[in-house]
């Protein structure tokens, strides 16, 4: 059992950053593979990035590529979203979520644990 807590939302202005938070409770943190995911209002639930469990491998959708870095530090049980260049299509409700195995994939049905979310909001 994994429970996840994001944190780091906010207000931001178009071309502004944010970091994004997520801290998981249980020992096996280290096993699971990370994803980010966001869910904007009226769209369906879209992935954005993952990280392998030991972070050495990240995958990004387009529209993260070479703006949003995902991190994580399985000493401190939390992965982490930086998130630069923001747009204001970037704003929505942002949730981590955790998946067992080895596989980096961004299909949500995959993701056993989800977290509550955080609100992103993108000014123009």
């Known amino acids: 059992q994994v429970q996840l807590v994001e944190s780091g939302g906010g207000l931001v202005q178009a071309g502004g950053s944010l970091r994004l938070s997520c801290a998981a409770s249980?020992?096996?943190?280290?096993?699971?593979?990370m994803g980010w995911f966001r869910q904007a209002p009226g769209k369906e639930r879209e992935c954005v990035g993952v990280?392998?469990?030991?972070?050495?491998?990240?995958y990004y959708v387009d529209s993260a590529q070479g703006r949003f870095t995902i991190s994580r530090d399985n000493a401190k049980n939390t992965v982490y979203l930086q998130m630069n260049s923001l747009k204001p299509e970037d704003t929505a409700v942002y949730y981590c979520?955790?998946?067992?195995?080895?596989?980096?994939?961004?299909?949500?049905?995959?993701?056993?644990?989800w977290g509550q979310g955080t609100q992103v909001t993108v000014s123009s």
């Open positions: 979520a955790a998946k067992p195995g080895n596989w980096v994939g961004c299909s949500i049905s995959e993701y056993d644990y």
């Open positions: 249980g020992r096996t943190f280290s096993s699971y593979v």
């Open positions: 990280i392998s469990s030991s972070g050495r491998s990240t």
